[in-house]
């Protein structure tokens, strides 16, 4: 793995190897085992079972969310042959698996299995559903396969911690799933800089004034801040936050290594990254609203166009990287900041 030098205007961005060999890919996967987004609490409002198949296919765990006197990640595997439990949305009293009607309780315990009398020492603790750790943050729940530390957000909740995620509800209109040809970490650093936006994306730049640009970085991810132009679509702030009077249109947050957060007056959307195989991902779409939606405008009112133009360019990108007289590029002081420290993250 190539190191980044920490300085900038020093440093060589990632050699070509490393979005187009199997052998990188398989080296990041780990990572996908740490805290992953499963839901927004409006997604488990109705229902009180919910199968995370979006983190299946991203690090292999079958899990699901379970609301009873408290929301819960539960593995979504019965412990008797394996077979996976919650197939789909739905409320229910037990959790009981359709293949040999093995139940448990809300919580995980084991309740009870049909034709099991005479099996000595049965039941034990590990007839119960493993119970992953979940976190909530602003109304959005993760959860980690791996025993680490919950990152520390404080420096977003200073800065978006007056707008109310937790009270969004969920507009199914906006899911989205694309298949992209090219590799999960060439769509994330397309995402993390502003750069060619002029380039690419004429619709967002006609709203958005590009010199305004921000990209500030901080441990585990990078907020970057659009500026909207005069007479467009841009939040109201209130006087407790730092960013009081200005015209912000959008709020785009990534959070390592896959996740992007996307809020614009009218509500947030989500990006989540699939990793396929060298090459190759998916994009997930997710949008939750505002009950009193701000007009779909500005940064945020055409998001299927923007999306079509990133997937050409990464595509493009993605071709150009296998060529034999490209192996290094260097980066951008000024907008690049936020593809360097994505960079920094992989290889540290």
Known sequence: MALIDPDICKAKTLPSRFYTTEESFQSLLPHFEGWQFAAHRSDISENNMLPLHHIEEINGECMALVNSDQIRCLSNVCTHRGMRLVMEECNSKKIRCGYHGRSFDLDGSFSHMPKFEGVI?????????TNYRLEEWMGLLFTSVKDSQFPDLSILEDRIGWIDIASFI??????RDY???????????????????????????SVIEHDDYRVEVFDGGVLQTGIARDGEECFNIPESSPDCGQKIAAYYIWLFPNLMLNLYPWGLSINIVVPVSSGKCRV???????????????????????????????????????SRSYDRGRYSPSMEVGVHHFHRLLTK
Do not use: M
């Open 284 to 322: 997930l779409y997710r949008g939750y609203v505002k009950d009193d939606r701000s007009e779909e405008a500005g940064a945020g009112g055409d998001l299927d166009t923007v999306e079509t133009q990133d997937q050409w360019v990464v595509e493009a990108v993605q071709r150009g990287l296998r």
């Open 179 to 205: 298949a992209i040809a090219a590799d999960w970490a060439l769509y994330c650093e397309n995402y993390l800089e502003g750069f060619h936006v002029p380039y690419v994306h004429p619709e967002l730049h």
């Open 121 to 129: 020492g049965f039941p034990t603790a590990d007839d119960n559903l």
């Open 170 to 175: 969920r507009d199914t209109t906006k899911d």
